[in-house]
């Protein structure tokens, strides 16, 4: 058989060199308004959104597999994203 | 007077980002004995990219006359498998052929092992390599491009080499691209499943380095747009899916979800039993087609590869990295002679379009431009693979009622099949103009 695990244990065998400043910045109002977090929490592969009771979206930067899917949907004005500083964020082995 | 030609520059190019594109373009250029910087943001090359298809691989030897020797290449794919699935059925079209051997036409990668070698190449010939290094901005002075700014410095060149990838935030910020529409994009999901050598071989039927391709459509994207993957490397499977990102967005689908059911689907999960799961990663893939391809140039300043919208899907080939080997051999002969000239003028790097559209990269483009559009029916997803796997089972499934003929046995499916006749010769005319 084939176990593939969650995604929180896929990613915990990856590597990564944590960055000390999240590269993901949102502004909760504009998501609120456009009722974009349910969006977000799904189409992300690495599971970097999640809602909080309060429906605001939590981020977990350290996941992130930087792949920009997140940005691609994001109302204008409700994420800031960018790459993290150089030689930080996910570290393929493989690829 | 000073003119960008004369003006002191820290190098005569600099390209930002070492993938296959960016490390094409510098090492032409360094061999041909110019100046050239390479910044890649990753720690080492390779470490920020991700493929989820197979390298067509004669262009490298263009560059590299014993790439598939000397590179750290996988295994050379003979064997290339059409599969459509369904929840309880799936048919699949098989080719093997001796002949994608001897030349050897394709090869499944890693990116972490090819790319280091690709950027030690650059350097063996002279280009300087920054690795760990993000680039802020492109520079603009004089209304062109003349450099980057990362991490407070400025460096200056003749020529920039946009090659950072599908979200070309250089382009982007520069205001040379605008935000891509959601249905250009889409968005591939991969494990990579760790299998001993000769487990792979014995499953797949391979011998020594050869490796097998599938692509999959149907049921392993829940019938969205989009579709599986699965190629094998020398000791590992690569397997996942791509779904176009409006599908996405208008489904209620979860992309890792959509991952693990593909790799949990009774076709597919019997051929990475009991692996290892080592990585798991996703990448952004242009789907748009020649469509994307767009705003190649600025004075200063040449795109290529996925930061200039180079990847193409035929429902047979997933391209992307060969595509991104050509732009680089026209870069860099678009920039080689500029510089041999002394002029970077943007009239001078304007020749690079019609230089891409000349080779083979920019030929295929214009060549598939209908098939992005054809790819969105949903029949490809859903019905055809079951009417297909519905004329078989008509064919196959002997229970001693009488039979029919196959014409008949085919008539019979479509009647009920979701398809209509109609749709058929539709959507046939639209594949021979289109693919």
């Keep these: ?95 | 007077m000073t003119t960008p030609d004369t003006a002191a520059v820290d190098f005569d190019v600099i390209v930002v980002g070492a993938g296959i594109g960016g490390c094409v373009t510098a090492y032409q250029l360094a061999r041909a004995g110019h100046d050239v910087l390479v910044v890649e943001r990753g720690p080492q090359p390779g470490a920020k990219n991700l493929s989820g298809g197979i390298l067509y691989c004669r262009v490298m030897e263009q560059i590299w006359p014993d790439f598939v020797r000397q590179a750290p290449v996988e295994r050379v794919i003979t064997r290339n498998r059409l599969c459509f699935l369904n929840a309880g059925s799936h048919v699949t079209v098989d080719y093997h052929d001796e002949r994608l051997a001897s030349p050897v036409n394709a090869v499944s990668v890693l990116r972490a092992r090819l790319d280091p070698w690709l950027a030690g190449q650059c350097e063996k010939a002279g280009a300087t390599v920054m690795p760990g290094v993000l680039v802020d901005s492109l520079l603009t002075e004089d209304n062109r491009i003349a450099g980057i700014r990362a991490g407070g410095d400025e460096l200056r060149a003749r020529v920039v080499v946009a090659a950072d990838g599908v979200n070309s935030f250089l382009c982007r910020n520069a205001g040379i691209r605008e935000r891509e529409p959601a249905r250009n994009l889409a968005l591939g999901v991969k494990s990579v499943i760790s299998l001993p050598r000769q487990v792979i071989e014995e499953r797949f039927g391979l011998t020594g380095d050869e490796g097998v391709a599938y692509a999959v459509v149907g049921d392993c994207t829940d019938g969205l747009g989009g579709g599986g993957f699965l190629y094998t490397n020398r000791e590992s499977v690569s397997a996942g899916i791509v779904v176009r990102l409006d599908e996405l967005a208008r489904s209620a689908a979860s992309s890792s979800d959509l991952h693990d059911r593909f790799l949990s689907h009774p076709a597919i999960t019997p051929l990475l039993r009991d692996g290892e799961p080592v990585e798991y990663g996703c990448h952004l893939i242009a789907e748009g087609g020649k469509a994307m391809v767009h705003d190649l140039t600025r004075p200063g300043l040449v795109v290529v590869g996925d930061a200039a919208g180079l990847s193409l899907n035929t429902g047979f080939t997933v391209r992307g990295m060969d595509l991104a080997a050509g732009s680089g051999i026209a870069a860099a002969t678009t920039i080689h002679a500029a510089l041999s000239a002394g002029d970077t003028s943007p009239l001078a790097l304007a020749g690079y379009p019609a230089e891409l559209d000349r080779c083979f990269a920019g030929l295929d483009m214009k060549t598939f431009a209908r098939a992005p559009r054809f790819l969105e029916n949903p029949r490809l997803y859903g019905a055809y693979g079951q009417l297909a796997a519905d004329v078989l089972h008509g064919i196959y499934d002997l229970d001693t009622t009488p039979r029919r003929r196959l014409l008949a046995t085919g008539l019979r499916a479509l009647r009920h099949s979701p398809v209509t006749m109609r749709q058929v010769a539709a959507d046939v005319v639209a594949a021979v103009r289109s693919l």
């Design chain 1, 1 to 95: 058989m084939l176990d593939i695990g969650t995604v929180p244990e896929r990613l915990a065998r990856n590597r990564y060199a944590l960055a000390e400043t999240s590269h993901i910045e949102v502004d909760q109002e504009a998501v609120r308004s456009a009722g974009a977090a349910t969006l977000l929490v799904r189409i992300c592969p690495a599971h970097v959104y999640s809602q909080a009771p309060d429906g605001s979206l939590v981020v977990q930067h350290a996941a992130c597999l930087e792949c920009g899917a997140c940005l691609a949907f994001a109302p204008p004005g409700s994420l800031r994203w960018h790459y993290p500083q150089g030689g930080t964020g996910i570290l393929y082995r493989e690829g």
